[in-house]
């Protein structure tokens, strides 16, 4: 195992104005890195990224989440293995595939993106990050779970406060206090909203989940107010990210943004070199119940590691031209791109594959759908460079465009 003092440290400014330069010189150099400050190992190489996600031998676990998730949403899905978290995740799955996603949510999916669209249509201009993408998703969520969208303040306040938790890598005390308080607030919001919802179930994901029931397990209120959370905070963040990353990628090529623009066909495939190329999410965690060998040497058991998504998605071993965005790319294949068996890993891969992968499909197609229609000729503000902040999540935090206003 190497470790090289040329690499910038992953808590270090110029990591975070932009860790492209650096993942690559690990995935070259030092493939394998223990990392005092988050006392973990940094695994950057796609072949082992991919194992510890797709492992089925129960060596990377995610025995880590009981520090790292669970003290801001409680215990989840994530957390679970075996039978357990087989009948947890059949009790949940159902609403986010198939004829249950297109029949129930996809109206809410439409719906929710024509009225934030219609805002600004009219305008000329907008900042898609903070008119859109931040809204978009917190309120599919909240309505496909019957929940007061006039609530998204609050919700959108949470969601941030646990991401700020989940990426402390520095161990801020703030940061984890204000997450710990997002946990006792939220569950004071939804208890009471959960156990009215029993007494009188609807059409919603709430009731959904409140009636759901496999071998004879249901789930009880804490799981579900649980779910909520992991969904807010996951849904919210990574689509949020995700459709301002799109838009930025095709907005810095033209040529590929008018080819979109031409073929909406082609945004499924945009979407996927998206999350290739600038993935919501940069880091997961997982934890070794024994030795493991990986690129550049061992692992011990017990041991915590950081599997740096975004190096492995732009492994030059794995992808052509790793670090150039391309949509009609050959190696990256459009068709599984949601599904477990995706070629890029932002979604994770193997059982804990993104449950709400294919919500975040129809979330940014129907919103760059829409959003096209609404400014056919969309262009950067004058003078912007679209720039990327974060670390453990990543994408754009402000990107002002201009169009020919809609007419009428």
């Known amino acids: 195992m190497v470790t090289t003092q040329q690499i910038p440290d992953i808590l270090s400014p110029e990591f975070a104005h932009n860790p492209y330069p650096a993942y690559r010189m690990m995935r070259e150099e030092a493939p394998l890195i223990w990392h005092e400050p988050t006392q973990s190992y940094l695994i950057s190489r796609y072949e082992d990224v991919e194992r510890a996600f797709k492992d089925k031998a129960g060596v990377f676990t995610t025995d880590n989440y009981h520090w790292q998730i669970e003290p801001v949403h409680g215990r989840t899905i994530l957390q679970l293995s075996g039978r357990e978290h087989s009948v947890r995740r059949a009790l949940v799955a159902p609403a986010f595939r198939g004829a249950e996603l297109q029949q129930k949510f996809l109206p809410v999916i439409e719906r929710n993106a024509r009225q934030l669209i219609d805002t600004f249509r009219h305008t000329g201009s907008v900042d898609l990050v903070d008119g859109f993408a931040t809204r978009f998703p917190v309120n599919v969520i909240a309505d496909m779970l019957g929940l007061d969208k006039a609530d998204h303040a609050r919700f959108h306040r949470w969601y941030t406060a646990v991401i700020a938790f989940l990426g402390n890598l520095s161990g801020d005390a703030d940061v984890i ?230 007419a009428g």
């Open 177 to 406: 206090a204000a997450g710990e308080r997002t946990r006792v607030e939220f569950a004071e919001y939804m208890i009471p909203i959960i156990r009215s919802r029993r007494d009188a179930l609807g059409d919603d994901l709430l009731s959904t989940l409140c009636r759901a029931e496999v071998d004879g397990v249901r789930m009880s209120d804490e799981d579900i107010k649980a779910f909520c959370s992991l969904l807010l905070a996951a849904g919210g963040e990574t689509t949020d990210k995700a459709i301002a990353s799109i838009f930025a990628n095709l907005l810095l090529h033209p040529d590929q943004l008018a080819a979109v623009r031409a073929d909406r066909g082609l945004i499924p495939r945009a979407f996927a070199e998206t999350l290739r190329f600038t993935p919501p999410v940069h880091m997961i965690m997982r934890q070794t119940a024994q030795a493991v060998s990986v690129s550049g040497g061992t692992i011990p058991a017990g041991a915590t590691v950081t599997c740096l998504i975004g190096a492995a998605n732009r492994d030059s071993g794995r992808y052509r031209d790793p670090d150039s965005f391309d949509i009609f790319r050959d190696d990256l294949t459009t068709t599984t791109a949601f599904s477990a068996a995706a070629d890029h890993l932002a979604f994770a891969l193997g059982r804990h594959f993104c449950v709400g992968a294919l919500l975040a499909k129809a979330e940014v197609e129907t919103g760059v759908n829409q959003l096209l229609d609404a400014m056919p000729d969309v262009r950067l503000a004058d003078g912007y460079d679209p720039v990327e902040q974060g670390v453990f999540t990543r994408g754009p935090q402000s990107l002002p465009v201009v169009f020919t206003p809609a």
